[in-house]
C-alpha cells in the first residue's frame, strides 16, 4: 500500500464520502494498484479513521466497479478488463443515443445556450492538466442533453450508470491524443442539437462512444 495515501478532508461531506473520494483517486492515479487488498485495519490506520466509514467506502468503490470482493481475500482494487468495458459502454451507448433523440425533440434555447458553455467549459479544461476536472466538465456536457430528454426516469437511470461508468471516463481521458477527436464530436453533438437532426446526432453520439469504448479497451491491452 502507498506511503502517500492521505485523506483528502472536506467539512462539507460525510467522513465515508471523504474516505471514498480518498481512496477512488488514489485507485485512478495509480497508487492504489489492481488485485491490491483494501484491509479495513490498515487504511483505517493509515487515513486516521474507524472501521466503519472504510467498510462504507469500500462498498460505494464496489458500485463503481473500482473494487470487488475475493472469496478469502476481502476487498481488492478491481482490475479493468475488456469485456466489462464493453458491457458499460454498450449499455452506455444504447442509452446516449436514446437521449440525444429525445433532446433533439425537446431541447429549449435556454438549454442549448447551456450546453454550449458546458461545451466551452469541456474544452479550456483540455489546457490543464487535471483529469479529474475534465471528467467533471464531460460529466456536466452529458448532464445538460440528459435533462433536456424530459424524461426524469432516463435521467436516473444515466445518473446510476455515471458511478460505473467514472473509470472509463477518468481512463479514456488520460489519452491526450483523443482530445483533439473529442472537442469535435462536442461540437458536432451541440450543432445537430441545434439543427434538430435525430439521425445525425444520434450517429455522432454512437461514434462518441464506440471511439471511447476502442481507446480504453486498446489500453487495457496495452497494460496486460
Known amino acids: 500500500m502507498t506511503d502517500d495515501l492521505k485523506l483528502h478532508m472536506d467539512s462539507f461531506l460525510p467522513l465515508r464520502d471523504v474516505v471514498f473520494n480518498t481512496l477512488r483517486e488514489a485507485i485512478l492515479k495509480g497508487e492504489l494498484k489492481p488485485g491490491e487488498r ?23 468503490l464496489e458500485q463503481e466497479g473500482l473494487a470487488v470482493t475475493v472469496p ?23 442509452l446516449d443515443e436514446l437521449a440525444v433523440q429525445l433532446a433533439a425533440d425537446n431541447i429549449n434555447s435556454e438549454q442549448l445556450e447551456e450546453l454550449e458553455l458546458a461545451r466551452q467549459a469541456f474544452e479550456e479544461a483540455t489546457h490543464g492538466k487535471d483529469v479529474k476536472k475534465l471528467a467533471q466538465m464531460d460529466v456536466q456536457f452529458h448532464d ?7 424524461n426524469a426516469r ?23 491524443s483523443s482530445l483533439p477527436r473529442l472537442l469535435q464530436e462536442h461540437q458536432d453533438i451541440v450543432d445537430g442539437l441545434k439543427n434538430r437532426d435525430k439521425e445525425k446526432v444520434c450517429e455522432i453520439m454512437r461514434h462518441h462512444i464506440r471511439n471511447q469504448e476502442e481507446t480504453v479497451k486498446d489500453m487495457i ?3 496486460e
Not at 39 to 58: D, F, H, Y
Not at 144 to 150: K, S
Not at 155 to 160: A, F, Q, R, W
Open 144 to 150: 445538460v442533453i440528459y435533462r433536456a430528454t424530459g
Open 154 to 176: 432516463l435521467v436516473v437511470l444515466l445518473n446510476n450508470l455515471r458511478e460505473q461508468m467514472y473509470r472509463y471516463r477518468v481512463e479514456y481521458l488520460k489519452n491526450e
Open 38 to 60: 483494501l484491509m479495513e485495519l490498515k487504511l483505517a490506520a493509515k487515513l486516521g479513521v474507524s472501521r466503519t466509514p472504510i467498510r462504507e467506502a469500500i462498498r460505494m
Open 221 to 223: 491491452r496495452k497494460q
Open 72 to 94: 478469502r481475500r476481502g476487498a481488492v482494487v478491481a482490475h479493468m478488463s475488456e469485456k466489462d468495458t464493453e458491457d458499460v459502454l454498450q449499455i452506455r451507448c444504447a
